[in-house]
């Protein structure tokens, strides 16, 4: 995974990543935190990927994410659908609700 730019948003306390990178298929949001983790040498839970983009005819994909500084910023700007995307289920969970 290739890091192409980093926009700070001072006002929203975080930090847009805009990466690339190479496979046969679409990365999984899960593993494109794990590896935006690694590569910033952050919390993953502090990862909101908001956007994986494929170029036809190419096995490259843009991803866009935001890196927030707290989990308490980050529960405040994203919405709940936006921090369950890509997330599974737990079906018993919900069967005892």
Known sequence: ???????EEKLLERTEI????AAD???ARPAVQQSLSD???IDKNLI???KIATHFGKREFTITAHVYKTEAK???V????????GKKKDTAAENKE
């Open 48 to 50: 909101v990927v908001k």
């Open 74 to 76: 980050l529960k405040e």
């Open 18 to 21: 805009i990466a690339t990178t």
């Open 25 to 27: 298929k679409p990365p």
């Open 1 to 7: 995974m290739e890091i192409k730019s980093k926009k």
């Open 39 to 41: 590569a910033l040498k």
């Open 78 to 85: 994203e919405s709940p659908a936006a921090l369950n995307k």
